[in-house]
């Protein structure tokens, strides 16, 4: 099985940035890329940002303003956030993307966008 976990979230001013942080852990040998999401009542999951191998993809919205990256020494997939705006507030969700299909989610992370 693998196992993410994601850390990072928070409260921010408009313009400011934050950095989402999602840790794999158990068999990351399964994994084949992550993805991060966000969810917001009322609105219909989004796609934010992907990584596999070196490839990156940005949903359009945060093209520009976010970078996705994969440290391999500690299994950490980062998801830098600049310019944030008050509609980026979500939780937000880190999940790996397994080789064989399906995907592992983690717990989510809150990052509020308010001033």
């Not at 001013?13 to 917001?40: K, V």
């Not at 093209?63 to 299994?75: L, P």
């Not at 980062?78 to 705006?85: G, P, V």
Request: with cysteine.
């Amino acid at each position: 099985q693998v196992h993410v976990v994601e850390s990072g979230g928070g409260l921010v001013q408009p313009g400011g940035s934050l950095r989402l942080s999602c840790t794999a852990s158990g068999h990351i040998f399964r994994m084949d890329g992550i993805n991060w999401y966000r969810e917001t009542p009322g609105k219909q999951r989004e796609l934010v940002a992907t990584i596999t191998g070196g490839n990156t993809n940005y949903g359009d919205f945060v093209r520009g303003r976010f970078t996705i990256s994969w440290d391999d020494a500690s299994n950490t997939a980062h998801l830098r956030m600049n310019n944030l705006k008050p509609e980026d507030t979500a939780v937000y969700y880190c999940a790996a993307h397994l080789r064989l299909g399906g995907e592992a989610w983690g717990q989510g992370t809150q990052v509020t966008v308010s001033s």
